[in-house]
C-alpha cells in the first residue's frame, strides 16, 4: 500500500550545518497495517512522516501510495489521500472556531469550494453523535472556539478531524506526547477504535515503548536514517518494553563507540 524505496533526505547539503536525515530508508507497509515507528531523537521518524506527506521532496529513492509515484506529488495533491495527526494540540485546528466549524470543514476535505453559509442540521446532527462518542461531553458544546479547550481534547477532536473522510494513510506523530497520562490514554484509546473501525493503514510514531509494544501489527526501528528493526506477524506480537529499551541501549553504547572512535581518529589526524 506504501512503498518508501531507498529514500535520502540531506537538509542544508554542502554546509556545516548539513543533516543527512533519511540515508536509504526502505520499507513497505501493507494495506490495513497499524505499524508503530520508533527511534531515537534524530533518528528520522517525523522526516519519514513528512517525506510521505510530500512536507518536501526527498533527494532520491521512490514514494509509492497504492501503487502511484507520488515522489514528485506536491504536499496539497497527497493530502486528499492522508490524515495527519502531530505532536503539539495547538496544530491541526483552527483555535478560533467552533468545534462545529472546525468539523464541517474536515468534512469538506477534498471539496473543490470554501465552507458552506451554513451547516446543515444533518452534518450537525452526526457531530453529535460522533463527538459523544469521545465522551468528553463536548456534543453540547459544539459551538465552543476550539481554542478554548483542553490540550487532550483538541488531540481527540484533531483525531476525528483527520479521520472524518477514511484517509488512504493516516500518519500520527507522537500525538500523545505533549498530554498528560489520562489523556493520553484516552486518545490512544480513541486511536485504536477508529484505525481498527475503519480498517485505517497507520503510521504511529512513539517515545512509549509500552505503546510501541502493545500497540500495531508492526514495529519499525530506526537509527541513523535507515531502518534498524521490521518486526511483523508472531515476532510484532511476541515484544515486550523491556527487549525494545535494550535495543535502544545497544544502539545508544554502538553510537557511544562510534563517537569516541571518530574523537580517536580526530586526535590522530590533527
Ligand atoms: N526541516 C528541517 N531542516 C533542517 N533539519 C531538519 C529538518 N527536519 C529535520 N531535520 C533534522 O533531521 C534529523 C532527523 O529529524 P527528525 O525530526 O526526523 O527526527 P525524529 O526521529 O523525529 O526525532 P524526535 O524523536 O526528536 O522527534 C534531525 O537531526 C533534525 O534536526
Ligand atoms: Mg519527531
Known amino acids: 500500500m506504501l512503498d518508501i524505496e531507498n529514500v535520502h533526505k540531506t537538509f542544508h547539503a554542502g554546509t556545516a550545518h548539513e543533516v543527512r536525515a533519511l540515508q536509504g530508508l526502505s520499507v513497505h507497509i501493507d494495506e490495513g497495517s ?9 533518528s528520522g521518524k517525523s522526516t519519514l512522516l513528512n517525506a510521505v506527506a510530500g512536507t518536501f521532496f526527498v533527494d532520491t529513492g521512490q514514494v509509492r501510495i497504492d501503487g502511484q509515484d507520488v515522489t514528485r506529488w506536491p504536499e496539497c495533491r497527497r493530502a486528499s489521500l ?32 470554501g465552507l458552506g453559509p451554513v451547516i446543515s442540521a444533518r452534518l ?8 459523544s462518542q469521545l465522551k468528553m461531553g463536548l456534543e453540547d458544546r ?4 476550539i481554542g478554548t ?12 478531524m483527520a479521520t472524518w473522510q477514511k484517509p488512504r494513510l493516516l500518519l500520527l506523530d507522537e500525538h500523545t506526547a505533549a498530554l498528560d497520562p489520562k489523556s493520553a490514554e484516552q486518545v490512544v484509546a480513541l486511536s485504536e477504535q477508529v484505525i481498527s ?7 504511529m510514531v512513539t517515545h512509549s515503548m509500552q505503546q510501541a509494544a502493545r500497540l500495531g501489527d508492526r514495529l519499525v526501528m530506526m537509527h541513523q536514517g535507515k531502518v534498524l528493526l521490521n518486526l511483523g506477524g508472531a515476532q510484532k506480537k511476541r515484544v515486550r518494553p523491556e527487549e525494545l529499551l535494550a535495543r535502544f541501549e545497544e544502539v545508544r553504547r554502538s553510537d557511544l563507540l562510534d563517537e569516541s572512535a571518530a574523537e580517536m581518529l580526530a586526535r590522530c589526524y590533527v
Open 149 to 160: 479547550l483542553s490540550g487532550g481534547q483538541r488531540q481527540a477532536l484533531t483525531l476525528l
Open 34 to 42: 497499524f505499524t508503530v515507528v520508533i527511534g531515537t531523537n534524530g
Open 124 to 131: 450537525r446532527r452526526r457531530m453529535g453523535e460522533v463527538v
Open 142 to 145: 459544539l459551538d465552543t472556539p
Open 82 to 113: 492522508l490524515g495527519r495527526v502531530f505532536q503539539n494540540p495547538f496544530s491541526g485546528t483552527a483555535p478560533n472556531l467552533s468545534i462545529a466549524e472546525n468539523l464541517a470543514l474536515a468534512s469538506r476535505r477534498g471539496a473543490r469550494r
Open 197 to 203: 473501525r475503519d480498517h485505517l493503514t497507520t503510521l
